[in-house]
């Protein structure tokens, strides 16, 4: 049995008795295997699992058929997640297949399938047999394939909900926490809705004039959730699209309303995170990740970078990395990667690749920022084989191993150098006598020399 969030009346006793209570339920090998992982005690993964804070989406179907457990939270590694998803412009399974085993060879933490085209169901369950990690889904998504946003109905979004979680998936994103009554708040932005499970849910409640029915159907959304032991990712269907929109009263209004489906979600014993920003200014991201754990109790957040400026089409990547150090550093505690083509493109499989990479970066970064255990110990390994000249060592420890031996081995080339470790005490870039490296080498033995 995955472990679950103890309901709010729980939260409310002593910690002494709230965590006596957690101890005694039945947390079992996924919580272990976290521990494990993260070099954490089980009992205090138990604990912050308890407590909200932490949350570990682990279907039970999909724990039988692969499922690695991940925890997500302030107590363990900042985590990263690669969307992936066939479209109705451009569909194919095995293109969506490379690209998911390209974001896990570059370290993908996690996987959502944003599909809308082609046969979802048999995407899902093919990508499902061949993910060893988290997978997600925006249940919204395949209601809306054969009908019209107009046609949606409450049974509809029922029957999507259990048929994915009967499937296997881990985390759901659910917009449930966009109101009617937050529509007007957007109609002034630059860039109004972005999230398109956001956009369809709006349009309906205009056509409509009813509330969000997923936010009608909360409770029972909970029920399926619950018996899967799947994770609730409260969506933000009104994250901002740009940064002249970021921290508005619509965005804020909509997490007001996260703060109480969290509430809600744990009360019906569900595990819960809570999804952030796109677009937010460097200067903005501390108050939105401090603001986010206050209305939400701690609960892990979840953000798509954020993107910390709008001129950088193509290299977007890189602007959200900026942003997703300083989230990570302040709050965050699961960043969701953004390829080179945001804004421009459905992702090829490099592009895929680019977005892990620069994610990873991101949340290596806060990991030691933030001091956690252990976070440094690799950068000190390849600093020590930098500095020894150790070239294999110092490759092999790379974030992205295949690019840098690339590099080193192209610049090998263009000095006339050899590639071996053996033959070779300077680096590629200086030449044997600039080679500062080798000349500390030798400054090194002297003063070794000296001293004794």
């Known amino acids: 049995m995955a472990c679950r969030s103890l309901p709010r009346v729980f939260l409310e006793l002593d910690m002494s008795t709230q965590l006596e209570i957690a101890r005694s339920g039945q947390i079992s090998e996924v919580a272990a295997a976290v521990a494990r992982v993260e070099g954490l005690e089980p009992e205090f993964v138990r604990d912050q699992v308890a407590l909200g804070r932490l949350v570990m989406p682990a279907n039970k179907v999909h724990l039988d058929l692969n499922l690695i457990p991940a925890g997500i939270g302030r107590a363990t590694t900042v985590k990263i997640n690669a969307n992936i998803g066939a479209s109705n412009v451009r569909s194919s399974l095995d293109g969506e ?103 369809l849910l709006a349009k309906w409640m205009i056509h409509h004039g009813r509330q969000n029915p997923t936010y009608e159907l909360f409770d029972d959304l909970c029920d399926i959730m619950r018996e899967y032991d799947v994770c609730f990712s409260l969506g933000d269907g009104l994250r901002p699209g740009c940064i002249a929109d970021a921290t508005d009263e619509a965005q804020l209004a909509e997490l007001r309303t996260l703060g109480e489906l969290t509430q809600r979600a744990r009360e019906k014993g569900c595990q819960v995170m809570v999804e952030g920003p796109g677009h937010v200014p460097f200067d903005q991201i501390q108050h939105n990740m401090e603001l986010q754990q206050k209305i939400c109790d701690d609960a892990p957040f979840y953000v798509l970078g954020p993107l910390v400026t709008d001129i950088a089409p193509g290299y977007d990547h890189i602007t959200s990395a900026i942003g997703g150090t300083a989230a990570a550093y302040y709050g965050a505690s699961f960043l969701c990667y953004v390829t080179p083509r945001e804004h421009l493109g459905l992702p090829g499989a490099d592009d895929v690749r680019q977005g892990v990479v620069a994610a990873k970066i991101a949340a290596h970064a806060a990991d030691i920022a933030r001091g956690h255990k252990n976070a440094a110990e690799r950068d000190r390994r390849l600093s020590t084989a930098r500095a020894n000249l150790d070239w294999d060592c110092h490759l092999s420890e790379a974030i992205d191993p295949q690019t840098a031996r690339d590099m080193y081995n192209e610049a090998c080339q263009q000095s006339r150098m050899s590639s071996s470790s053996e033959d070779t005490d300077y680096c590629t870039m200086c030449g044997r006598e600039w080679c500062s490296v080798r000349i500390n080498a030798e400054l090194k033995d002297s003063l070794k020399a000296r001293v004794k």
């Open 97 to 199: 297949i490379e690209k998911m085993k390209i974001a896990l060879d570059a370290g993908a933490d996690a996987i959502m399938d944003l599909s809308t085209g082609g046969d979802l169901d048999r995407i899902r369950k093919e990508l499902l047999s061949q993910c060893p990690v988290p997978f997600g889904t925006v249940p919204i998504y395949e209601v809306i394939v054969d009908r019209t946003v107009e046609e949606i109905d409450c049974k509809a979004i029922l029957a999507v909900a259990e048929k994915q979680a009967r499937q296997g998936v881990d985390f759901f994103t659910i917009h449930a926490g966009l109101l009617i009554e937050h529509l007007d708040l957007a109609a002034n932005r630059v860039c109004g809705i972005v999230s398109r499970g956001g956009a």
